[in-house]
């Protein structure tokens, strides 16, 4: 027979079993209290370094486990599916740590990487601005070369970890065009550098957004990652290969709580005289959700494993799980909650915080229209 | 001169079980009667991650090296590559068709045999009972086929020199016992807590080869392995069928208590009307 594998290798069916478990006993205690403040809860980073979550696709030689990118997606899944905000957190550190891998110096590598690993500070790219986060050469943000580096102004707006990141990759513009955007690594207590509020969102409550304002901010010359003028390159890798994925995989985790949170409500809630489950209106509901999962899932782990064979065609594979899982996750959160009828709408269910969660994945790392140009660009090109 | 003692050797022996959160998913074969263990992913045997948590945590406080034994089918590498990412150093794996049906004894034999192969050790250390067979009897019997004092259902350990001390749980309480090195003990499930297999650690079991040692391997005859090896024999499988009958009393309150009281006295598990000690 010839064979088409679709187990997880071994160490990924660990990784799995690591990520749930390390979820319902570290993270599901704190879930409430995100709600309720939508603050990030500090306290839960050395643990996620601890358990080795935050060096998931560093190499071995920097702190990290290079397990590779089905293992990440595997990880944040298990994450999401107890709390999207803290697998949002997480996945928006790894951008980082993707960014500096690919596109770093050694001496960048060895600064930054063991600390990202270690969760000294959690990681972060800015990108989007006042002016949206589709638009790159619409940005606003400048360096300008000053002596022995760059001196940046501007402002960033909606940056996941905007708080708790130690040295985000910041894009800025350094020229006119595609080639007008360059890529800096600017620390914490940097002159002229200052995160400004935290932004309050609908979902994702708890996953620390904010803005991040440049004045005059020196940067050094050592802190240019990659090339002056590759800046564009950089960011729509990261986004394409490290953001899109991340957020996909977000979405599974809220598909499986959705799926979870239907299917335990359903058997619970008796109507005439029997439970719900029954009717045939909810199991076409429950079948759609299960639909919207495992399609998913086949999308998102194919993308991964795509990624980790090093192959070209991974960022259009991303797209298209990063499209269908969050539109999905839309879609079955809100049968989710319909199967719930008034109790939906109650706060102490938390099929409620799965839609507000899965509406906010929606535009983060590429909205579904930004997806659909990709994507047709992919066939028409 | 000081003379170097020799870096300690711990053997965590596991098994690998259906995962005991899925164990209503498990169905026996009406054939043969024994577990159809496709039908769900096999994991570590819970009991026995407590045994690799205490060889881990031993190694850390005295240092030493850990080899990790189960006598299985191939698929076990993985869970000797879980217990790798959980810190052991080495795995190795008995497996052979010969293996097939053995009990308890059969299989202390087989890893009584590796134990010998792997050399010198000091302690030996295994979960309390298996989630699927429940026995308990494996450890003890690895521990009197190697002439070896065991320690049974340890909530603590101390290393002292070539002394083992183990505060032991029994039925009623608690036993300080103490045994010479080499030992083999098995830990209570509220001995430790294990943790979660680092990320590190699983990357880095990826890089060790697991040998797989066949009987001819461990020098065992067909005869001493598996089924042939086997003492025990499984006659039958079978749920016991409730026995209880029940029966719902009518009327009022003061009835129902009439009715029962008569019933109870009728079957004299109240004296009868009128006799000693009744009111």
Redo the contacts between chains.
């Keep these: 027979m010839l064979d088409m594998n679709f187990d997880f290798p071994n160490p990924v069916r660990i990784v799995q079993r690591t990520a749930r478990d390390f979820a319902r006993q570290a993270v599901a205690p704190l879930v409430a209290g995100m709600e309720e403040t939508g603050r990030f809860p500090k306290s839960l980073v050395p643990k996620m370094a601890e358990v080795g979550l935050l060096g998931l696709v560093t190499p071995r030689r920097y702190g990290g486990s290079e397990l590779g990118f089905l293992a990440r997606t595997v990880a944040l899944q298990e994450i999401g599916r107890v709390s999207a905000a803290v697998a949002c957190a997480l996945q928006v550190h790894h951008m980082q740590a993707a960014a500096i891998q690919d596109w770093g110096t050694p001496a960048q590598k060895e600064k930054y990487l063991p600390r990202l690993c270690r969760g000294e500070f959690l990681g972060t790219v800015a990108v989007t601005e006042p002016t949206g986060g589709s638009d790159l050469l619409g940005m606003a943000t400048t360096a300008v070369p000053a002596a022995g580096g760059y001196a940046l102004n501007g402002s960033k707006c909606f940056i996941t970890n905007a708080h708790l990141a130690g040295a985000p990759v910041v894009i800025a513009k350094t020229g006119e065009g595609s080639r007008g955007l360059s890529a800096f690594i600017v620390e914490k207590g940097t002159r002229g550098f200052a995160p400004g509020r935290e932004e309050r969102k609908m979902g994702l409550r708890g996953a620390d957004t904010g803005e991040l304002f440049f004045k005059n901010c020196r940067v050094p010359e050592q802190n240019l990652l990659g090339d002056e003028g590759e800046g564009m390159k950089a960011a729509l890798k990261t986004i394409g290969e490290a953001g899109r994925p991340g957020m996909a995989a977000i979405a599974l985790g809220i598909l499986d709580a959705a799926l979870d949170e239907a299917v335990k409500f359903s058997k619970s809630r008796n109507l005439y005289g029997k439970p719900i489950s029954n009717i045939q209106a909810i199991q076409w509901s429950i079948a759609d959700i299960l639909v919207d999962l495992e399609t998913s899932k086949l999308l998102c782990y194919r993308a991964s494993w795509l990624k980790d064979q090093g192959r070209e065609d991974c960022a259009t594979a991303m797209t298209l799980a990063k499209l269908h899982a969050t539109e999905a996750a839309c879609r079955a959160t809100r049968k989710a909650l319909e199967i719930h009828g008034g109790c939906g709408a109650m706060l102490e269910f938390p099929v409620q915080r799965l839609w507000r969660d899965a509406m906010v994945c929606v535009s983060a790392g590429g909205t579904t229209e930004i997806g659909k140009i990709v994507l047709s660009r992919s066939v028409l090109a | 001169m000081t003379m170097k003692t020799p870096s300690r050797r711990y053997i965590v022996c596991l098994k690998p079980v259906p995962d005991p959160s899925r164990f209503d998913k498990l169905r026996l074969d009406p054939e043969t009667m024994l577990l159809r263990r496709g039908d769900v992913?096999q994991?570590v045997n819970p009991g026995d991650r407590h045994a690799i948590e205490a060889a881990v945590d031993l190694k850390k406080r005295f240092g030493g090296t850990i080899a990790c034994l189960t006598m299985a089918p191939p698929d076990a590498?993985?869970q000797l590559?879980?217990a790798l990412?959980m810190g052991c150093d080495r795995a190795c794996l008995l497996t052979d068709r010969a293996f097939a049906g053995a009990d308890t004894l059969a299989t202390a034999r087989a890893l009584a045999a590796a134990v010998r192969k792997l050399g010198r050790f000091d302690l030996i250390l295994c979960g309390c009972y298996s989630a699927d067979g429940s026995t308990g009897q494996v450890g003890p019997q690895l521990a009197e086929l190697l002439g070896i004092p065991d320690l049974t259902h340890a909530l603590s350990l101390r290393l002292q020199g070539r002394r083992l001390q183990a505060r032991c749980g029994l039925q009623d309480g608690t036993a300080a016992l103490e045994a010479g090195l080499p030992a083999l003990v098995s830990l209570d499930p509220r001995a430790n807590v294990p943790p979660?297999?680092?990320?590190?650690?699983?990357?880095?079991?990826?890089a060790k080869k697991i040998p797989a040692w066949s009987a001819a391997d461990l020098g065992l005859a067909p005869a001493e392995v598996g089924l042939a090896g086997s003492p025990t024999r499984m006659l039958n499988v079978f749920t016991p069928a409730a026995g209880r009958k029940g029966e719902i009393l009518q009327g009022s309150a003061n009835e129902v208590a009439a009715q029962l009281l008569e019933k109870l006295r009728g079957e004299k598990i109240l004296p009868a009307r009128g006799g000693k000690g009744s009111s």
């Design positions: 992913p994991v590498r993985e590559e879980e990412a979660l297999p680092p990320m590190r650690g699983i990357s880095g079991a990826l």
